[in-house]
Nanobody, 128 residues
Framework: QLHLVESGGGLVQAGGSLRLSCVAS????????IGWFRQAPGKEREGVSC????????YYGDSVKGRFTISRDNAKNTVYLQMNSLKPEDTAVYYC?????????????????????WGQGTQVTVSS
């Protein structure tokens, strides 16, 4: 069974940076595309970014393009989300999730309904 655990969330001032980590266990993470998603209270879940199983291709939601960078180190079974120039509207619980293959990370990042395995989430709060 694939398990995902997020870490790295916290409180940061607007304009600051934060790096989230998603560590996988149970199966090698290189079989899976990995997505980052976020959800704020009262709002729909939003796709933030996804990365192909090899790490060769990545996609971003429009609201984070140019500010966030996704990367992966398959040898460490870890996927990262580097968040720069943070804004108060980035405040949310951030989740990583996995789906076999690259079909659902092949041109855009979805809202995550197709992803089968999910972490518990990590809170990111950006103050103004």
């Amino acid at each position: 069974q694939l398990h995902l655990v997020e870490s790295g969330g916290g409180l940061v001032q607007a304009g600051g940076s934060l790096r989230l980590s998603c560590v996988a266990s149970g199966f090698p993470v290189d079989y899976y595309a990995i997505g980052w998603f976020r959800q704020a209270p009262g709002k729909e879940r939003e796709g933030v970014s996804c990365i192909s199983s090899s790490g060769g291709t990545a996609y971003y939601g429009d609201s984070v393009k140019g500010r966030f960078t996704i990367s992966r180190d398959n040898a460490k079974n870890t996927v990262y989300l580097q968040m720069n120039s943070l804004k108060p509207e980035d405040t949310a619980v951030y989740y990583c999730a996995a789906v076999r293959g690259n079909y659902y990370c092949s041109g855009y990042v979805s809202s995550g309904n197709e992803y089968a395995y999910w972490g518990q989430g990590t809170q990111v709060t950006v103050s103004s």
